[in-house]
């Protein structure tokens, strides 16, 4: 019987024996976007083949807001089917995928 308890307290000692500690470590991971800068532009001021595109792709889309970057790319901010998105464009009314 002392041999059942000395080999219990054996085991359950052994397991507990060897704490181990971990470093904690404090990394920051900074993402940067360099992306096209866009500019607000008046929603009259957007090319008719972007409004024609959009009337053929979402006859329901409602444009809130446009931008324009340097390479003549738009950027629009539309509201469809209760949803918000924005969609990519050039002049020509072809659509970018970003």
Known sequence: M???FLS???VLG???SFASTSAISNTVV???YI???YTEIKIAELPSAISESLKKAQPDAVIIKAYKNEK???KLDITAGGKTESLFANADGSWIKK
Do not use: R, W
């Open 14 to 16: 052994s397991l507990t």
């Open 35 to 37: 992306g096209d800068e």
């Open 30 to 32: 900074k993402s940067i």
């Open 72 to 74: 003549s790319e738009y």
């Open 8 to 10: 219990a307290a054996i």
């Open 2 to 4: 002392k041999n059942l």
